[in-house]
C-alpha cells in the first residue's frame, strides 16, 4: 500500500503516533498494553493511533492468540524516507548525497545536524542487532 505524502504527513503530524513508531522500531512487536504502559497513556488511546497508523499502511499486527503485536512496516518506511528525501533541504535533492557546489551555511550546518543524527541511528541499529544475535552457549 503506498501512501500519498500528504496522508503521511498528516498520520506523522501527531506526536504519540511518531512515539509509537519509535518504540516499535526499537524494541520490535509489542501489544497495546505494552505501548500504553510505555509511554504513558490509556490502552483505548493507543488502540485509536494504532488504528489510523494501520490504515495508512504504517504499521501491521497479527493475532497471535489473545496477543495482538504490532511491528512497524519495512516498506511504509523506506517509502516515508525516500518522500522525505524529496522535499529536503540540504542540497541533496532527493539522491541521499550532496549537491557538488558551495554549501550555504544553513544547509552546511544542516548536514552536521544529519550526520550526527545518522550516527546515533547507526549506533541504535548496530546495538539492536547485537541484542538479535544468538546467545553463544
Known amino acids: 500500500m ?10 506523522l503530524s501527531v506526536e504519540t503516533r511518531v512515539r509509537i513508531i519509535e518504540l516499535l522500531k526499537g524494541q520490535g512487536p509489542l501489544g497495546a498494553k505494552d ?3 510505555t509511554i504513558g497513556i490509556t490502552t483505548a488511546a493507543v488502540s485509536q493511533h494504532l488504528k489510523i497508523l494501520k490504515q495508512a499502511g504504517l504499521v501491521r499486527s497479527e493475532r497471535k492468540g489473545y496477543w495482538i503485536p504490532y511491528t512497524i512496516d519495512e ?12 522535499v529536503c533541504t540540504c542540497g ?11 554549501p550555504e551555511r544553513s544547509n552546511r550546518e544542516s548536514l552536521k545536524k544529519y550526520e550526527k543524527e ?10 539492536r542487532l547485537k541484542e538479535l544475535e544468538p546467545k553463544k552457549k
Open 2 to 11: 503506498k501512501i500519498e505524502p500528504s496522508e503521511m504527513f498528516k498520520v
Open 35 to 37: 505501548i500504553a504502559a
Open 75 to 86: 516498506k511504509a518506511m523506506e517509502n516515508c524516507r525516500q518522500i522525505l528525501n524529496e
Open 92 to 102: 541533496c535533492q532527493g539522491t541521499g548525497k550532496f549537491r557538488e557546489s558551495q
Open 118 to 127: 545518522l550516527r546515533n541511528e547507526l549506533s541504535t541499529v548496530r546495538q
